[in-house]
C-alpha cells in the first residue's frame, strides 16, 4: 500500500486509507505501519511519542486531531462523529457536545443546524 497524505488533511487521507484497507486483507499491525508511514513527517513526529499501544482507529483519531490543531482553519470545516446507540434525549445531546466537542475545540461563537 502506498498512499501518502500529500497536501490534503490527515482526514481525507484517512477516509481513502481506510477505503483501501478495507480490501487489504492485512493485519492491524501492518495497516498501522501502513498508515504511518504515509503520514507527513510533522504528524508524524507529533505522534512519535504517543502512539504506543494504540488502535489503528485510536491512531487515526489522534492523527486527525493533531492535524486540526496545526490547522485550525480546516477545523471549522470537520466533522465529529459521537456514536449513541439510540437517538439521544436533549440532555444527552448537550453533555456530549460539551464532552466530545467543546473540551477539544472550545465553545464555538454560533452554531449552525439544519433541524
Not at 500529500?6 to 478495507?22: P, Q
Not at 498501522?32 to 499501544?53: M, P, Q, V, Y
Request: hydrophobic letters at 40%.
Amino acid at each position: 500500500m502506498q498512499l501518502q497524505q500529500r497536501t490534503r488533511s490527515v482526514a481525507d487521507y484517512a477516509l481513502e486509507f481506510r477505503t483501501v484497507a478495507a480490501g487489504s486483507g492485512w493485519n492491524e499491525t501492518a495497516l498501522l505501519t501502513a498508515f504511518r508511514s504515509g503520514l507527513n513527517t510533522d504528524i508524524r513526529k507529533e505522534l512519535a511519542c504517543r502512539d504506543e499501544g494504540l488502535s489503528l482507529n485510536a491512531y487515526i483519531s489522534l492523527a486527525i486531531h493533531f492535524d486540526q490543531l496545526k490547522h485550525g482553519d480546516r477545523s471549522s470545516r470537520g466533522v465529529h462523529f459521537i456514536p449513541f446507540t439510540s437517538l439521544p434525549t436533549a440532555f444527552q445531546t448537550a453533555k456530549a457536545l460539551f464532552h466530545h466537542v467543546f473540551r477539544l475545540f472550545g465553545i464555538p461563537e454560533a452554531i449552525v443546524s439544519d433541524q
